[in-house]
T-cell receptor, first 114, second 110 residues
Framework: GAVVSQHPSWVICKSGTSVKIECRSLDFQATTMFWYRQFPKQSLMLMATSNEGSKATYEQGVEKDKFLINHASLTLSTLTVTSAHPEDSSFYIC??????????FGDGTRLSIL | DAKTTQPNSMESNEEEPVHLPCNHSTISGTDYIHWYRQLPSQGPEYVIHGLTSNVNNRMASLAIAEDRKSSTLILHRATLRDAAVYYCIPPSGGSYIPTFGRGTSLIVHP
């Protein structure tokens, strides 16, 4: 079945550091990738939609200069949290889809900013 | 947007069938209905999807109402590993922007 690899699975870093999270579709081409954030005991909140070769579309309230998304190929998208602060600590999850096929999710990245 | 309504939680005993309902009364005619589930501290997992006809796969069955305003995910024999939050997601109006509601937290008793 379709596999999405997300790396790293957890990160602990100091305030002010920038953190990059990678999302790869291993056995299919992902025309669209999605980035979500999830706080404890809450549902997934869509941050942005990314199509290969074009700029990401950010949801309302998500700072595009804070959360940089690059989708340079059909198998790789990256999310960079720039100058991270404690309030950015969360569980970040990516997903990938080929056209209108179902999404396949990564295992998430737990980000803790000290 | 196609809004969904699911019960906050449901309980089942192991080895018994479970029917998880979802109302999506504003779904458009060409939107597929997708179901995902999320175990603690993991990313969501695809379960099943369908358009109009009932669907079966190795994980579950999906029963879709004739008017498509509701659907039911059926786990034929619940196991402890099925304890998760189940999300019903119809995409919004032809442009597939999947948004997650609160889902149904399924508790399975041994």
């Amino acid at each position: 079945g379709a596999v999405v690899s997300q790396h790293p699975s957890w990160v602990i870093c100091k305030s002010g550091t920038s953190v990059k999270i990678e999302c790869r579709s291993l056995d299919f081409q992902a025309t669209t990738m999605f980035w979500y954030r999830q706080f404890p005991k809450q549902s997934l909140m869509l941050m942005a939609t990314s199509n290969e070769g074009s700029k990401a579309t950010y949801e309302q309230g998500v700072e595009k200069d804070k959360f940089l998304i690059n989708h340079a190929s059909l198998t790789l998208s990256t999310l960079t949290v720039t100058s991270a602060h404690p309030e950015d600590s969360s569980f970040y999850i990516c997903s990938a889809a080929d056209g209108d096929q179902p999404q396949h999710f990564g295992d998430g990245t737990r980000l803790s900013i000290l | 947007d196609a809004k969904t309504t699911q019960p906050n939680s449901m309980e089942s005993n192991e080895e018994e069938p479970v029917h998880l309902p979802c109302n999506h009364s504003t779904i458009s005619g060409t939107d597929y209905i997708h179901w995902y589930r999320q175990l603690p501290s993991q990313g969501p997992e695809y379960v099943i999807h369908g358009l109009t006809s009932n669907v079966n796969n190795r994980m579950a069955s999906l029963a879709i109402a004739e008017d498509r305003k509701s659907s039911t995910l059926i786990l034929h024999r619940a196991t402890l590993r099925d304890a998760a939050v189940y999300y019903c997601i119809p995409p919004s109006g032809g442009s597939y922007i999947p948004t997650f509601g609160r889902g149904t937290s399924l508790i399975v008793h041994p």
